[in-house]
């Protein structure tokens, strides 16, 4: 797949978007929608929604990022939504992320209970990625400082990939925490297949910016990309 950024150079070398959008007098969903696929059709969206507070349509593509387009059609971008509230600035795209992560059933997930819980974090994980390893190396430290780990799964290199087999054998074994760490530790993992949700997973990371393991998402909505030690996560969670 053409990444995204490329894609949106060859447009704006080839033709404006703005000319794409300029038909649309009175752009409402259908018409955000019709104005997108023309414009990228190597995306497919996976859903169209109106922010009140901009007035924006965000557009979430799979695998891209969310889109942000303007009423009439003819402008958008791309990142964060900002809300500033006085003399507070609100990241509503975060408390978005936050709100779909939080919204996820904890059945899906693997999850590292603090006996006393006090905070925790979503990481999308990979069983062969070197700094998941190290991460999850310190979730005993984690626990005892009262954060509790959820894991959800993200085959880095993609799925049907090998560490894709292995992540759906853990979710679908007997003791997905314990295979889990045996997996971390390199152990062989024995072959299972159930109903598991390793590749939902991986399009919601996918969509909500992950880009590699771990991606750690912390309560306030904010996505760390890459590993950090306990006592850092710890502060970041202000404890």
């Given at each position: 797949m053409t990444p995204f950024f490329q894609l949106f150079s060859r447009y704006a070398i080839i033709t404006s978007l703005p000319v794409l959008f300029s038909s649309l007098a009175f752009a409402g969903k259908a018409e955000v929608d019709a104005a997108v696929q023309q414009a990228l059709p190597q995306y497919s969206i996976e859903n169209i929604e109106l922010?009140?507070?901009?007035?924006?349509?965000?557009?979430?593509?799979?695998?891209?990022?969310a889109l942000h387009v303007t009423a009439d059609g003819k402008y958008f971008t791309t990142g964060d939504i900002y809300h500033i509230n006085g003399t507070a600035v609100e990241n509503e795209t975060q408390k978005a992320k936050l709100a779909e992560i939080e919204a996820l059933p904890v059945s899906r997930m693997i999850v590292f209970k603090a006996a006393n819980e006090k905070a925790h974090i979503t990481v999308f994980t990979d069983v062969d990625c070197a700094y998941c390893r190290m991460l999850h190396k310190e979730v005993p430290k984690l626990n005892e400082m009262g954060i509790t780990v959820r894991y959800l799964a993200y085959p880095r290199a993609g799925l049907g990939s090998d560490s894709y087999k292995k992540m759906v054998s853990i979710w679908c074994s007997d003791d997905p925490k314990g295979w889990l760490t045996k997996g971390k530790e390199g152990d062989a993992i024995p072959e299972n297949t159930c109903v598991n949700p390793v590749a939902d997973d991986y399009n919601l990371g996918n969509s909500i910016g992950v880009r590699g393991t771990p991606t750690i998402v912390l309560q306030d909505g904010q996505l760390i990309?890459?590993?950090?030690?306990?006592?850092e996560l710890a502060k970041e969670l202000g404890l």
């Open positions: 922010h009140s507070g901009s007035g924006l349509y965000t557009v979430t593509l799979k695998d891209g990022p990309p890459g590993y950090l030690p306990a006592n």
